[in-house]
Every structure is written in structure tokens, then in C-alpha cells.
């Protein structure tokens, strides 16, 4: 595994072409795009990009053939919003390096506003959170950074061992709530003043020495203004209408993160196209910002026209594995199964600015994809084959190489012997 | 349980109890055990499933089959059975009936919802050995967990106090039904456990509290607690076997709780991730003479699991949750199925988590589809004792629950099909016989005091 992961790592372009491409037969597509689900479908892979989709394709360079046996076969799955990479083990503070925690005096409040930090410089792609999320299907993540109001920025990620965001796309953060009262003067009505400020300072910097932001961090949040969308953690419906007032007030795009009570905002996400990123195992009155929580969270949202994106909120990083049966448990919720799919694959790519690359099955598309035991949503279905951009990729991690160790048969050494 | 052990359970229900009735003069009297369950099961007329997949909890699978619940107990499980005329028919095809689940590793009520300080009652960590404290006193029972894990198919669960500590405190029982008090939930006549915990929490609480600091100062820990407990124990048996003449001993809270331990009155719970971890706590157990119940998380469980089923030890284990500790960085998804196949082995799923509570059958079926990938295929009869049989022995109530076999408790849950499935929902979920949930019945969803008058509330 290791040495195929470096190859990746150094030439995910250049490297073998011969080998992103195959001709996948006779599979249960699920496109997650308009054509919907396709039955005994084949999609042909030349250069790690998706050629062609339909039946009985030909296979006319004598590409290496999969016969998929008409089980499903998915884009590769979105991990949600995580740390991959940038986390180790949770609680080694040296194994993590995923939030800006600079030291907060009582005037410091600049240094809890530092839109141009870049999470994504600190992306280790060797982390053995990988191959885990593979395993279960992700081949992509959005790098998530929480350490401040404006916590700065991540970036998407290919789960293939390459270091550079997909489509060198960069994701600005903004962190709403309970968290972040020990940067705002201990009330969530300063957060909101403190952002109106550094987006009017970011649009119009006014000489002075009461700046929030460094140079570099008006630049980027400027930046990001113009065309980024900020992913905003908030889960209260009072705070997610006051973002939406910001959203108004200076025109930017958003896309909502948690968002425990937003199915309370519905009608208003809907109208100003805020897409939601929730978990729909979040059904706890678990704070006083989420007393609303429901696991009809993601159907009603979906009712009203909201595009829904699911996250593990619990535990991103280790588990993103979990999204796939957290889409599975909103759609028994009462979300159509298409939606639950797309909330995986399409609707986070889209809500990301990845699409044009990954999270679905259409011709043009980089060549990510799963196959699947069974209903790639049910927790009793597993992947069983995945390509990144065409190149089959081994579903092992370090967690099946220690199964496979202490499963092998005793052969009169200790288990350190064995591969 | 060792032969001592035995002995010494034996005689903490033989010695201690009658002890009135020896004709001693003036013994001392007998206090009852204080706070004692006031449970009461909800009375209901009997109950019919008829024509339903059956998963007994005991390893078997009965198709087409009707089960009868009668006077709050389990009357027959078989086909075409007959019913009492005042007997509530449920259709039952298509259904999947299964007993009540039980979660032998819950903190609902002493880490309630909302999650806040004020709420926080699970760790007492004050001191690496709290022995002495009961996880009882902290249950809240208007967390609105309990609704949500009843809506899970969750029956029974251990309300455990946290991991903090070397010695946590005691655990309670609870059935899930609604209640205002707590000892109304109290699951009547099961024993208390003890929570223990090994590695990184306590040397990380205590490093700067006084210790211990290290692993090794957890063993030398868990050794002086158990040394000044096994000399309490012997004080106070030679008063109880003395026929409890003259001045009692001086009664300490944490060593009532060790000593109960020791003379195998108590299920011993232990936090333990690391294989070496549980079997330096195996010898512990052999050095002080007691029985552990289970391990619980155990991530490492899969490369000891043959010495966990010799010692008669459960794993109370995670299907996937790893990485967030070094002592969990060594998990594996085929964890449950590989302690369960050991010869004699004991694979529980748990949650430790107010969502997984409310989908261990999903848990479990995530084991099943992990492991199939390595050829060990689980079925559905054998997996069900994993949150239910095998639970009710980590916990030792299984002589009342944790199988649909005459004469148990009627804690059963019907299931809209199979119970290992993304889109599984307990659909009616009942305790000793009364339907206290149903999924098409709002007046039958219970809610906790919390949530009422929350505009907020979906």
C-alpha cells in the first residue's frame, strides 16, 4: 500500500496512465446527477476522466475490464467536514494541527479574526486517517479549520495521497455560538458585530489603529467575499437569521455547517440558496442551541428546496465513514433515497466547487469511484473496489493490516512476524 | 467467578440477610439496602405478536412465529400461539421481534442534555479513587436521552460514572421507563457494579493532581484500594459471622463498594483499551480474588480474545470508533466478531454515547458487514445477543432479561423488518409487557419534562 500511496503522492497526473483506465461493466449506477440511477450500465475510464456511460460499451484499446456483477457503483463518497490529515490522534495536541488558537488579551480580539490562516499548509496526506476513509468508501473531504470566528481557511481534498486541494479550491470558515464566547466578549451579539466589522474593514480598510485584521487577512477575506463560499458553523435558528442578515447585507455566499435548528429557517435557506451541511444523527437537545435538534432535520430541509451535505458531527475525522450511514439514517428519516445519495457525492461537491471534478458519475468527470456489496447507504453493505481519478486503489488501511495479522494463523511466532 | 468468590457471594446472601432470624442476643439490626428501586411495572393486558421473525436472544431464529406476553412476563414463544381473550393481537408479518435492548456502558443522566456544566455529574474527580461515589445520585431523569434510546428499542441500561477516575464509583441499572425519580427506574433486584478505568484518562486527570501520573501508577493505585478494602472485608465478615455482637466496625462508603467487589456482590466494569492494559488488570483481579464482568471499549479486545473468553470476561466494545487516544489507535471494525468467535467468548456491543445508544442494532450490523469481508459470517439470531443475552450476563441480570423465554421479564421490541439495517426503526418497543413506546402514536412517546413548552421542539 505504501509504495503505491507515494506514487500517488508524487505524480497523481504523470504517473502510469495505462493504469487510470478501465472499463467498468455491467454495474448499478448510481450517477448522482440528472440520469439518476442506471441499471447493467458500463462507464469506460480513459486518463483518470469518466469517457463514457451506458450499456454494452466497447472496449476498443483493450482496457482492463471489471465485471461489476450489477452491483452498485457510486462516485466516491464525501467524508464530510474533517481533520484527515491534519489530526493524528485526537487528544496528542502534537498529532493535531487543525485549528488557530492563538492567545486572546482582553483588547486581542485580532488575533481571534485571521481570515488568511490556511489550515491546509499543515495537510500531512500520509496520515493513517486516509486509507481508513477510503476503506469505507470517501475519496474526498472538505479540510475544516474552527478555531476562531473567522477561523480562516481549508480546502477540498482528494483522500489519494496528492497534496494540493482539488482544483486548488480553498474554503473560508466562520464559527458562530457557544464555542466562540470566550472570543467575543461573552455574547454571541459581539460575534456578530465583530464580523460586520472585519467584512466592512475587508471591503473599505480605514486607516487606524483599530484594525481587527493584519493586512494579509483584510486581502483575504476580501477575497473570499468576492467569490468564496464561507462555511458558517451555527446551529441556533436565532443566530442562523442573523447570519443570513450578513449574508443580505454584504452579498456573500454561504453554506451552513451543523445547522441543528436550521430546518426552523427553511423558507429563508431555500430562498437565499444556502446549502446545509448537517448530521442527521443530531436529534439531541444536546445545548440550548439546539433544543429544535430533530432527525427530520435534513427531510424538511430538502422539502423546502434546501440542498442538503452530510457531516459526522460526533467524530469527523476517525469516522467519516460514518456520513455514509448518517445519509442512510435521514433517508429513514423521511429524505428521499436520491437526496440521501446526493448528500454524499453531488450536493457537497456542488456547495464545495468541486463539482465540475468529483461527486458524481457523468461523462467529463475525474474517474473516483465505489463499488458497493449493496445499497451503498445500508450499514450492512461495504465497498469493495474504488479508483481515484481512474487507478484502482486498494481498500487496505492500517486497520485491515492489523485484522489481517491477528487473524493469520499461529505459526509458532509472535504476531510481530507476521506482515 | 472463582471458588472463593462463590464462597464469599454465597455468604453475602446467606450470612449477611437472615442474620435476625439467629437466635444471638440483641444483633444488631439489619438496615435495608439504602435507596432501594421502587420500580413498578406498568400493568397491561396480555399482549399477542403474531406471525413475526423471532430473534430469541438465545442464539435462535424462529420465522412465522407469535410471542406471547402475559402478566408482565414472556408466557411462550411459538407458532400459532393461542391467546387470552382479553390478549392485545399484534399483526406481526413483516415484523422482526427481538428482546429489549440493553446498553451495558450509557452516561445518560449523569451527562444529560443539554450538555453544560450544570449537567456534568458523570466524573467525581476529585480523587483517582472515588469508590465511594454512586452514579446513582447523579442520574437526571428528564435527560431527554432516555426517550431517545427507547425509541432505539433500548430497555435496560448501566448508567456508568466517567472514566476519570481509577475507581469511578458504583453503577445503577435502570429500566427505561419515564419516571421523577430515579429509584423509579431502578432496574429491582439487580446487583450494582463498579467502574474502573485503565491507562490514559486517570494518568491524564490526576498527573497534576497529585497522581498517579502513569500507568504504573494506576496498577499501584487500583493495589492500595483493593489492599485497604480486602481488610474491611475481613472485619466486617468475622462481625457478620460473629452475629453482629457488640460495636459494628466503622462503615466507609468506598470500601463498602471495594469489599462488595470482593465478595463478588458487585459486577466489576473496567475501562480498558489496551490488550496489555486488560491483562494486567486480569492479574490484578487474581491478586485481590475477584471476577471481572468486562472490559469496556477494549479496541484492543481482538488480540486477547482468547484470554478474554478463558477468563470468562465480556468485551463491551465499539463497532468503529477509534484514533481519538494512542490506547485507541489500534482499532479494527471486526473487533465484536473476533472476541465473539473466540471459543466461549463474550462480544457486547455498547455505546457509551447518547446516538449510539439509539442505534446499537445498527452497530452490530456493522460488525456483521465488516466481517463478512473477511469470511466470518454472523447471522442475524447470533448478533442479537450481542445487545441483548450477552449484555444481560456483562450486567447479571440475565436470569430476568436479555431473551424472549418464559418467565422473563417481557422487555421486547418489534422491529418494521431486519434489526441490522440503516433503515431499521424500533416500531413498538415494550417493558415488562406494557407498550411504552409505539412510533405511530404520539401519545405513546414519552418526553421529558425539559422539552415542555420549547417552542424551539420539533
Known amino acids: ?419 | 467467578m472463582n471458588k472463593l468468590t462463590i464462597a464469599a457471594a454465597i455468604c453475602a446472601a446467606l450470612c449477611v440477610l437472615p442474620a435476625q432470624a439467629r437466635k444471638k442476643p440483641e444483633p444488631s439490626p439489619v438496615k435495608p439496602a439504602p435507596f432501594a428501586s421502587t420500580y413498578k411495572a406498568i400493568a397491561s393486558p396480555p399482549v399477542l405478536i403474531q406471525n413475526a421473525t423471532v430473534l430469541t436472544g438465545t442464539g435462535e431464529r424462529l420465522d412465522n412465529a407469535d410471542v406471547l406476553m402475559q402478566d408482565g412476563k414472556i408466557q411462550a414463544v411459538g407458532k400459532a400461539l393461542s391467546a387470552p381473550g382479553n390478549a392485545k393481537i399484534i399483526n406481526g408479518t413483516g415484523k422482526w421481534v427481538t428482546p429489549g435492548i440493553i446498553d451495558v456502558h450509557s452516561h445518560l443522566g449523569v451527562y444529560a442534555s443539554p450538555g453544560i456544566d450544570a449537567t456534568s455529574d458523570g466524573n467525581e474527580a476529585t480523587n483517582a479513587v472515588t469508590a465511594n461515589v454512586w452514579a446513582e445520585h447523579s442520574v437526571w431523569p428528564q435527560d431527554a436521552g432516555f426517550a431517545k434510546a427507547l425509541a432505539g428499542g433500548v430497555t435496560s441500561m448501566q448508567i456508568l460514572p466517567g472514566s476519570a477516575n481509577l475507581v469511578g464509583g458504583r453503577s445503577v441499572i435502570l429500566k427505561n421507563v419515564a419516571a421523577t425519580t430515579y429509584q423509579a427506574m431502578k432496574f429491582p433486584g439487580a446487583p450494582h457494579g463498579i467502574k474502573m478505568a485503565c491507562g490514559e484518562n486517570p494518568k491524564r486527570v490526576y498527573g497534576e493532581k497529585g497522581g498517579p501520573s502513569t500507568r504504573m501508577g494506576n496498577v499501584a493505585g487500583y493495589r492500595a484500594a483493593f489492599i485497604g478494602a480486602e481488610a474491611y472485608r475481613r472485619k466486617w465478615d468475622a462481625y457478620e459471622k460473629g452475629g453482629r455482637q457488640g460495636d459494628a466496625p466503622d462503615q466507609d462508603l468506598a470500601n463498602d463498594t471495594l469489599a462488595g467487589v470482593l465478595r463478588g456482590d458487585i459486577t466489576v466494569n473496567i475501562h480498558c483499551y489496551r490488550a496489555d492494559e486488560m491483562a494486567a488488570m486480569i492479574d490484578l483481579s487474581k491478586e485481590f480474588d475477584f471476577q471481572i464482568s468486562s472490559f469496556h471499549h477494549g479496541v484492543e479486545a481482538y488480540k486477547v480474545a482468547d484470554l478474554l473468553a478463558k477468563e470468562k470476561i465480556c468485551g463491551a466494545l465499539w463497532a468503529d470508533w477509534w484514533g481519538f487516544k494512542l490506547e485507541a489507535y489500534d482499532g479494527i471494525e471486526e473487533n465484536i466478531a473476533l472476541v465473539d468467535r473466540a471459543p466461549g467468548g463474550c462480544a457486547v456491543v455498547h455505546s457509551d454515547s447518547g446516538e449510539g445508544i439509539q442505534r446499537l442494532n445498527q452497530e452490530a450490523a456493522k460488525v456483521m458487514a465488516s466481517s463478512k469481508r473477511v469470511n466470518i459470517d454472523i447471522a442475524p439470531e447470533h448478533a442479537i445477543r450481542w445487545l441483548t443475552s450477552n449484555a444481560a450476563k456483562a450486567l447479571r441480570i440475565d436470569e430476568q432479561t436479555g431473551s424472549l423465554q418464559t418467565g422473563k421479564m417481557a422487555d421486547v421490541v418489534v422491529w418494521s423488518g431486519t434489526p441490522f439495517s440503516t433503515y431499521a426503526k424500533a416500531e413498538q418497543v415494550f417493558i415488562d409487557g406494557a407498550l411504552l413506546y409505539d412510533r405511530n402514536n404520539k401519545a405513546l412517546q414519552p418526553r421529558a419534562d425539559f422539552l415542555i413548552g420549547q417552542e424551539g421542539q420539533p
Not at chain 1, 38 to 45: A, E, P, S
Not at chain 1, 258 to 282: H, I, Q, S, T, Y
Not at chain 1, 379 to 405: I, N
Open chain 1, 1 to 419: 500500500m505504501s509504495r503505491s500511496l507515494i506514487f500517488f503522492g508524487l505524480a497523481a497526473f504523470a504517473f502510469n496512465a495505462q493504469a487510470q483506465n478501465v472499463l467498468i461493466k455491467n454495474a448499478t449506477v448510481h450517477t448522482a446527477a440528472s440520469q439518476g440511477t442506471l441499471n447493467n450500465t458500463d462507464v469506460l475510464v480513459q486518463g483518470g476522466i469518466i469517457r463514457a456511460i451506458g450499456k454494452n460499451l466497447a472496449n476498443p484499446a483493450g482496457l482492463k475490464s471489471v465485471d461489476a456483477n450489477g452491483k452498485p457503483l457510486t462516485p466516491g463518497l464525501f467524508g464530510g467536514i474533517t481533520d484527515i490529515g491534519l489530526e493524528e490522534i485526537s487528544q496528542e495536541e502534537t498529532t493535531v494541527d487543525a485549528n488557530l488558537n492563538l492567545k486572546t488579551g482582553d483588547s486581542g480580539l485580532i488575533e481571534t479574526l485571521r481570515p488568511e490562516f490556511d489550515v491546509t499548509r499543515a495537510y500531512n496526506p500520509r496520515s493513517t486517517l486516509l486509507a481508513v476513509a477510503r476503506v469505507g468508501g470517501m475519496s474526498f473531504t472538505a479540510l475544516g479549520t474552527d478555531g476562531a470566528l473567522l477561523s480562516g481557511q481549508g480546502g477540498v481534498m482528494r483522500l489519494d495521497g496528492g497534496y494540493e486541494p482539488i482544483a486548488g479550491r480553498r474554503v473560508p470558515f466562520i464559527s458562530i455560538g457557544a464555542g466562540k464566547l470566550g472570543q467575543s466578549g461573552a455574547t454571541r451579539a459581539a460575534q456578530f458585530m465583530l464580523l460586520e466589522q472585519a467584512f466592512n474593514e475587508a471591503k473599505a480598510p480605514t486607516p487606524g489603529d483599530d484594525r481587527l485584521l493584519t493586512g494579509q487577512g483584510r486581502n483575504a477575506l476580501n477575497q473570499a467575499m468576492a467569490g468564496q463560499r464561507f462555511l458558517v458553523s451555527v446551529n441556533r435558528e436565532a443566530d442562523i437569521r442573523q447570519v443570513l442578515k450578513l449574508v443580505q447585507k454584504y452579498g456573500i455566499r454561504i453554506a451552513i455547517i451543523g445547522g441543528a435548528e436550521a430546518w426552523r429557517v427553511a423558507d429563508a435557506l431555500a430562498a437565499a440558496k444556502v446549502p446545509v451541511f448537517l448530521d442527521a444523527l443530531d436529534n439531541l437537545p444536546g445545548s440550548f442551541e439546539q433544543i429544535g435538534a430533530s432527525e427530520e432535520n435534513a427531510a424538511r430541509l430538502h422539502r423546502a428546496g434546501v440542498s442538503v451535505s452530510f457531516i459526522n458531527g460526533n467524530d469527523p475525522s476517525h469516522n467519516a465513514r460514518k456520513v455514509r450511514q448518517i445519509a442512510g439514517v435521514a433517508v429513514s428519516n423521511g429524505l428521499p433515497w436520491e437526496a440521501g445519495l446526493a448528500g454524499i457525492t453531488s450536493a457537497p461537491a456542488k456547495a464545495l466547487g468541486v463539482d465540475a471534478q468529483v461527486g458524481s458519475i457523468e461523462v467529463g468527470k475525474s474517474a473516483d469511484l465505489v463499488l458497493w456489496t449493496g445499497d451503498p447507504l445500508e450499514v450492512s453493505s461495504t465497498a469493495t473496489a474504488m479508483w481515484l481519478q481512474g487507478k484502482e486503489t486498494p481498500l487496505v488501511s492500517r486497520q485491515t493490516l492489523l485484522r489481517d495479522r491477528y487473524l493469520a494463523p499461529d505459526n509458532g511466532l509472535p504476531r510481530a512476524y507476521q506482515p
